[in-house]
């Protein structure tokens, strides 16, 4: 099993910039990737940005050039560096972590942060 816990979601104007942050706990040694998606009221939740262990990377085509992803693993933490918000980025955003296990793959999710660009 494993836990995740994210933290940095805030009240931003657009154009401004923020920085979520997600600690795993428990089997973190069977994370393969990290990553965050994002709900918006009444639509479904979307993938923002992934990485793997070793590094790779895959963002949303509306993210590319204004989010950047990174991940500790010594930490097993990944953290999501937002610039140039629009007010279209507002959402719930939730850590996830995908881990291959002797019951084979699973997925967990934390609770969700609330990112708000407004003026």
């Known amino acids: 099993q494993v836990q995740l816990v994210e933290s940095g979601g805030d009240l931003v104007q657009p154009g401004g910039s923020l920085r979520l942050s997600c600690a795993a706990s428990g089997s973190t040694f069977s994370i393969v990737t990290m990553g965050w998606y994002r709900q918006a009221p009444g639509n479904q939740r979307e993938l923002v940005a992934t990485i793997t262990k070793s590094g790779n990377t895959n963002y949303a085509d509306s993210v590319k050039g204004r989010f950047t992803i990174s991940r500790d693993n010594a930490k097993s933490a990944v953290s999501l560096q937002m610039n140039s918000l629009k007010p279209e980025d507002t959402a719930v955003y939730f850590c996830?972590?995908?881990?291959?296990?002797?019951?084979?793959?699973?997925?967990?999710w934390g609770q969700g942060t609330q990112v708000t660009v407004s003026s």
């Open positions: 996830y972590a995908r881990s291959i296990g002797l019951g084979g793959p699973t997925s967990s």
